[in-house]
């Protein structure tokens, strides 16, 4: 089943017009997807590691955890692009949530080029809102209410989180095509991967889960 987002629950913020994220301004073309059969292969709960030659800027250098796929299309979040001028504070105030000082700071990134003014908390499995929560594997959750984020900014709520601004998503069989088309290569995350690597180095980190050496990375697609 994929994941569907319930709107009346999420959270959602504004940026002046000059904010960083709109110079990554159209969003993922899904409006005709791939007519081929999906991969036995599901990625729900994997990473998607962007191979080199990646063609489309959005994407270079990516590492996206994957939250649902499945014959009906597929979800994930972009894990290694921090937004630059974006921060855990900034969104509670623009979103009236008051921040205790016992408050941890979280991360947030551009998690995607569609709706990128949504947002999402990927976490790990110590916590589950009331609603909302998606339970991905036995490992990782993400939730996608305000509930979360109020109870991060009392200082509760999940041990490890990030936070994401937009989400990528694929049409039926898109995401299959282009795998076949050497675009990306797969692989089951660690926590500190996802959570305890510098962004910088999440992208090397995450191909050497698969035991390649970036530096000899060829251009051939492959899964864990």
């Known amino acids: 089943m994929p994941f569907h987002l319930t709107k009346s629950l999420q959270w959602e913020v504004t940026f002046p017009p000059d904010f960083a994220i709109l110079a990554l301004a159209s969003a993922c073309d899904v409006s005709?997807?791939?007519d081929m059969k999906p991969s036995d292969a599901n990625l729900t709960g994997k990473l998607?590691?962007?191979?080199p030659d990646m063609s489309d800027p959005r994407f270079a250098s990516t590492v996206i955890f994957m939250c649902s796929h499945s014959d009906e299309g597929a979800m994930g979040l972009?894990?290694?692009k921090p937004q630059?001028?974006?921060g855990f504070g900034q969104l509670l105030k623009q979103l009236e949530i008051p921040k205790s000082p016992s408050a941890r700071d979280a991360p947030v990134f551009f998690g995607?080029?569609?709706e990128r003014q949504r947002g999402f908390v990927l976490h790990g499995n110590d916590y589950s809102a009331s609603t909302g929560t998606?339970?991905?594997d036995d490992t990782f959750r993400m939730t996608a209410t305000l509930e979360v984020l109020e109870h991060m900014a009392k200082g509760e709520g999940p041990d490890?989180?990030?936070l994401a601004l937009g989400y990528a998503?694929?049409?039926p069989g898109q995401l299959e095509f282009e795998i076949t088309q050497n675009g990306w290569l797969s692989c089951a995350p660690t926590i500190d991967v996802v959570f305890g690597t510098p962004d910088s180095d999440k992208w090397t980190a995450a191909l050497k889960l698969l035991g390649i050496d970036p530096l000899l990375l060829s251009s051939t697609a492959g899964h864990a």
Request: proline share 12%.
């Open 169 to 171: 998503g694929w049409g």
């Open 134 to 136: 998606l339970n991905v």
């Open 78 to 80: 972009i894990i290694n």
């Open 48 to 51: 998607l590691i962007a191979m």
């Open 84 to 86: 630059p001028k974006v």
């Open 32 to 34: 005709h997807p791939v």
């Open 160 to 162: 490890l989180s990030l």
């Open 112 to 114: 995607g080029p569609v």
